[in-house]
Every structure is written in C-alpha cells, then in structure tokens.
C-alpha cells in the first residue's frame, strides 16, 4: 500500500505550502524577538556605525565644499552615503554570527532535526532582523539628514528602479554573509573570515567611498561582483546618478546575482553536508 | 492506564524517495513492522593531522595528512515498531554518532539507514517530521526566549493545529509539570527544567520514533525519575523507543531490549531479562547480625561454593552464590543455623554487571545466542 501511495504522490500539497509559510513567518517573527535580547549592544553598534558615518559626512562636506567631484556634489554625495548606510546596515552580522556559532558547536545538529529547510530558515530569521535593522538605520539616517540641512528627494524618473534595486539589497547581503557563515564548516574558525567578509563588503560595495573615486580595475570589478548591488546601486539611483540603460542593468545585475548567489549558497550547503562532522556530544 | 493514544496520525502521504519505496514496505517480522533498520552502517571520521599553530596549518595545506577514526563500525540494526531499545556502550563507543545518522543528521560513510521508510539524510525534512530527538547535551530550545514561544515555533513548523497543541500543553504539563516553565526564558532554566522543556519540544508533534541521547546525563534522581516515567509511559503508547545512555538504570526501568556497543561495533544485541538470567547468576544476600561474630567459617561450611564475607566488625555478612546452583532460601537457613540477624536484603542483578561482563569479553565468548555478536561481512 506503500507504493501506491507513492505513486500518488503529488507536488506539494496546498496545505503543506501553507504550513511552510506559517513555519516561515514564525521563525521571521523569532528572529527579530531573539535580536530583541541583545538590542543594548544592538544599539551600540549601531551608534558605532552612525559616528562613523557621520565623519564620513563631515569630510565630504569639506572636500566638496571645493566643488563637484566625479560628478557628485554636496547634497547628492550626502543622499547616497545616507542610503549607502541604510542599506550596509541590513543583514549586519546576527544572521553569520549566530550560524557561526552554531556550527563550530555543534548546535547545527538541531537545526539539521528540524522539519524545515536550513536556507530559507536562515534566510526567514534574517528578514526579521533586517526589519528591525532597517527600522532603526532609517531613523538614524533622517536625524543625520536634519543635522546637515536636509537630503534631496529620490529622483521620480528613477524611484521605480531604486525601490526594486533596494529590495534586492536584503537578497545579496543574505546570500554573501550566509555563505560566509556555512565557511565556518570548513574553518572552525569565524573571527577572521567575518573581519575579511565585512572588509570585502565595505571596500566593493562603495558603502564608504562611491565606487568611481576608487581604482578603474576596482570598478571594473564591482561591476560584475555582486557587491555594489549592496549600497552603491541603490544609493547612485536614489542620488540621480545613475539613468537610462545603465539604470536597468545594474538591477538587473542585482537581481540574477541575487538568484545566483541563493544557487550558489545550495550547493555550498549540500558540499557542507557531505563533509560534515558535529563537533562534541 | 488507559492512557490516550492520538486519533489516526496524519501520517504523511508524499514518498520522497522512489528508491524507498521497495523498502517501504518494511520486513515483517514476528509479525510487527520494523521501523528502524540499518545495515553496515559506518561513519569514519577524518581528522587532519596536523601541528598546533600556524606553522602546523601552513605544512597541513602543502602535505595533506588525515588519520581515520572508524566511530561507527558496520553495524546492523532491526527495530520493530513499538520497541523499546537500550543503545548502551562506553563514552565513545559510538553511541551519538549512530543517532545522529538515523536521525539524518550525519551522511554515512558507508552501508543503509532506513526509518520509515526513508533514509534519514536524503528526506531529512520528511524524516524530522516522524522522529524526535532529545540530546541530552544540546537544547533544542530557542536561548534567548521563553519555552513557550519556542514550543510556539515548534507548533508552526510541524503545522499542529491550535487545539491539538493545547491538548499536548495540557499532558506535558500533567505529567512534566511544563506549565510553570512556560513563561521562563530558556537561558534562565535549570538543568532538570531543560530537559522537561526539550521533551515537549521534541515530542510536540508525536512522533512515531524517539532517540533519546543520554536523556538524563547530569540530572538529580528526581528530575531522573520523572524523565524515566515520562519515557516509560511513551513506551506504553507505543512509540518506538531509542534510549542511549551510559546510566544503566535508566534501561531496567523502560527497555526490554538491549544492544551493546563498544568501539563502533556490536557486541550484543537481545532481550534484557534474557541476558540477566542467563549472564548474570550471582546474587548477593547481605545481612546484618545481632551479635558481632569472629568468623564465617561454618557459615561458609554449610554453603559450598558461595563466598562469605564478614566485615571486620563482625556485624556485617555477605554471601554471593550462583542462584542456579544455591537458593536463596538455603542460604538463609544457613546463615540463621548459626548466627541471629537483625535484617537482611538480596541484592538483584544489576544491568551493570552485565555490561562489566561484555566489556571484559565475556559475554561473547558465554552466550553465542546474540542475533549480531558475529561480525558481518
Ligand atoms: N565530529 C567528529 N569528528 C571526529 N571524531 C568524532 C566526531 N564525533 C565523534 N567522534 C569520535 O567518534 C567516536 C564516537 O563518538 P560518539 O558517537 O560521540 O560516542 P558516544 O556517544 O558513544 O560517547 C569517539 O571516539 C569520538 O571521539
Ligand atoms: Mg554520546
């Protein structure tokens, strides 16, 4: 009677689809309540960051002050690092850290006995995160913008884009620091590829510095890397720097690395698996 | 106990896997399906060899060196539904790692894991949502939020719907008193109240298999105790039962089989009470006497072939005899023939010895009876 109910069977019923989505959406709900323990040093962080883009601000204004750079001036070198820090502010390091800690433990053996795929877990736990990472980078970046006068509005001819090309930004951050994390079944060891990770980010994604003051090679890179698509397309569309043709592309380019990188992060996890060896008990 | 088993299971209706499906259909034997089975089951683990420091990583990437550990060792398992089963061995002997890859959570180097029908590693999803398992060293609890919300969670995953859920509140709480760990953090639980909680959580959606790993590893007796009852009435339910453990009394009290492990291999696998009866004759009467005594022996003299020992204050006797040659009756009329006692007590075979006996290698050599003391190949 076995085989026929295996010759039955069908693709996921509806009902199951339901409660994989229940599933989800609780575990994005946990997710943020988890953060929610720690959010003292949450908030510490983000104070950390906030003074560090703030300086970053200050030293624009006076270099600006001069005149236009590479096309950027004042008001909009100060929209696009705004938006920059929002976006550098999603997925920050609770997804990798945690996942990190987990595995070099051998806690991922619960994970592993949970009736829910480890990805998309993963990916649900970290959307309840960035919910509340974006919350709170938004309201820094508007007292921030207060505080220097003001930030010009999106550019309408472009807003359509940059709201897309913001929403692909919570994908490619999920995707390079997930990956990042599943290292560690590799390592043992999170303290260095999480500081090499972050510099990575930082550098390639113009999150700091926008991408056309840095080296030709590097922004050649950039271009095909998936890290500018986690700051510096947003921010150049929100600015009005970027239109037309280039426009479209650049999200285009943030939305097939976002798929990419989710395929890519499969196969690390089933290379994982077949190496993998819990540690302790 | 009348105890309540749930209405028809809702047992899944999608099979993963078309290879499982000749398996499905699981071998009868004595007339109850086997639910658990593996064969040649074998996990290796590779350790790089390698110096401590930089220096020791740096030579590890040019000259690649692993040593092989052999944890689990072609080990053959038939688990029928309803069984309660003692997974017992020495620490290391490879107990966890054979869990961990019924459970899915480990690929095997080598040989066949079927549960239910599946094999655990390749329908890991559909294979957790038919087993529980409890480590005892490891929470399944979410940290940093109270029991209850993890439970929550745990409902949602396993989509139980809200009044099934609050039946299985409700029984948790009779018989693990849960209901006041429900509003505590996990961080905060003690470790007794931990094990109560991950209990519920592992058993919130009744699963038809349970592998407990050292369920009751650093529990006081009380905590022990109510874990064990929890257990034993679970077994009375009818769900099959895995209980590795290296606290032998946890066995006596909820299995009635026994598979002994040592170094990954198997060493013996049968019936509990069969293999005290049989390996474990000895039994040991103590008494305690009225008057202080200078020797034991007359009281020796009247018992061929029992030890007699006698305390150095006189007031205590032990006699250990083979009950298949002495009763214990014999015994007393003995001892009685001689001296006055104030109280007595027999001391009953402990699972202890036995395991003492298959350690030392005596066992194998004693019982050729075992389903699986020979090694396969
Ligand atoms: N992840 C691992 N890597 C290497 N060796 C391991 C690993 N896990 C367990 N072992 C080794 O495998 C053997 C069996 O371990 P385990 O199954 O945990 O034993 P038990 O649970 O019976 O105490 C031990 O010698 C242990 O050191
Ligand atoms: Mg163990």
């Known amino acids: 009677m076995k085989v026929a109910a295996a010759l039955e069977a069908r693709p996921l019923p509806a009902d199951t689809r339901m409660r994989h989505l229940r599933a989800y959406r609780s575990m994005a709900r946990t997710g943020l309540k988890s953060l929610l323990a720690y959010q003292t040093s949450f908030l510490f962080g983000m104070l950390a960051s906030t003074f560090g883009a703030l300086s970053m601000l200050y030293l624009w204004r006076s270099v600006l002050s001069a005149g236009p750079r590479h096309g950027f001036d004042w008001p909009q070198m100060k929209a696009y690092l705004l938006v920059a820090f929002v976006a550098g502010s999603l997925v920050s390091s609770y997804t990798d850290y945690r996942m990190a800690n987990r595995i070099k433990q051998g806690d991922v053996a619960i994970d592993l006995v949970r009736p829910v795929d480890y990805q998309w877990s993963r990916f649900a736990e970290s959307l309840g995160v960035a919910a509340y990472e974006a919350g709170t980078a938004v309201v820094v970046a508007l007292g921030a913008a207060a505080l220097l006068g003001g930030v010009p509005l999106p550019d309408p001819d472009t807003f359509g884009l940059f709201v897309v090309s913001a929403l692909l930004v919570f994908p490619l951050r999920f995707g390079i620091v997930y990956m990042s994390g599943l290292l560690v079944f590799w390592t043992q060891n999170y303290v260095g590829l999480q500081a090499a990770r972050i510099a990575l980010i930082t550098l390639f994604s113009g999150a700091l510095v926008p991408l056309v003051f840095l080296p030709e090679w590097i922004q050649v890179a950039s271009a095909y890397l998936p890290f500018a698509g986690m700051a510096s397309t947003p921010a150049l569309l929100y600015s009005g720097s970027l239109g037309g043709g280039a426009a479209a592309t650049a999200v285009l380019v943030q939305a097939v690395w976002s798929a990419g990188l989710w395929l890519l992060a499969r196969g690390m996890w089933s290379a994982a698996c077949r190496k993998l060896t819990i540690h302790g008990g | ?377």
Not at chain 2, 171 to 192: E, N, Q, Y
Not at chain 2, 293 to 301: N, V
Not at chain 2, 329 to 352: F, G, N, T
Request: aromatic share 4%; net charge neutral.
């Open chain 2, 1 to 377: 106990m009348p105890t309540h088993r749930p209405e028809p299971r809702r047992r899944s209706d999608v099979d993963f896997s078309a290879s499982v499906v000749g398996l499905a259909s699981a071998k009868v034997h004595d007339g109850s399906v086997t639910l658990i089975q593996a064969i040649g089951l074998r996990k290796v683990f590779r350790k790089p060899d390698k110096a401590p420091g930089i220096r020791g990583s740096l030579r590890h990437l040019v000259q690649r060196r692993y040593s092989e550990h052999v944890a689990v060792d072609s080990i053959d398992l038939s688990i029928a539904e309803g069984e309660a089963v003692a997974y017992v061995g020495p620490n290391g002997a490879g107990k966890s790692t054979t869990v961990k890859m019924l459970s899915g959570i480990l690929v095997p180097t080598a040989g066949q894991v079927h549960v239910d029908g599946l094999v655990p590693h390749r329908a890991r999803v559909e294979n957790a949502r038919r087993v529980g398992v409890v480590f005892g060293q490891r929470t399944q609890l979410w940290w940093d939020l109270p029991v209850r919300e993890s439970l929550e969670l745990l409902r949602d995953m396993h989509g139980i719907d809200r009044s099934r859920y609050q039946e299985r509140l409700e029984r948790f709480d009779s018989v693990l008193g849960l209901g006041d760990l429900l509003p505590v953090t996990a961080r905060k639980l003690s470790l007794g109240q931990r094990m109560r909680a991950d209990l519920a959580a592992a058993l919130l959606h009744e699963p038809r298999v349970v592998y407990l790993d050292e369920p009751t590893i650093g529990l006081d007796i009380s905590v022990k105790d109510r874990v064990r009852s929890f257990v034993r009435q679970l077994v009375s339910e009818g769900t099959t039962v895995m209980l590795t453990t290296h606290d032998l009394s946890d066995i006596e009290e909820i299995c009635q089989r026994i598979i002994i492990i040592d170094e990954g291999r198997l060493v013996y696998d049968g019936n509990l009470q069969a293999v005290k009866d049989t390996h474990v004759r000895e039994r040991t009467m103590s008494f305690e006497l009225e008057d202080s005594l200078l020797g034991a022996d007359q009281i020796a003299a009247r018992l061929p072939g029992a030890r007699v020992h006698l305390e150095s204050n006189g007031r205590e006797l032990a006699v250990t005899f083979d009950r298949m040659t002495l009763g214990a009756r014999q015994v007393l009329s003995a001892v009685l023939a001689e001296v006055e006692i104030v109280d007595m007590h027999i001391d009953e075979p402990a699972i202890e010895s036995v395991v003492r006996k298959v350690y030392a290698g005596q066992l194998q050599a004693e019982h050729g009876g075992a389903t699986n003391s020979e090694p396969m190949r």
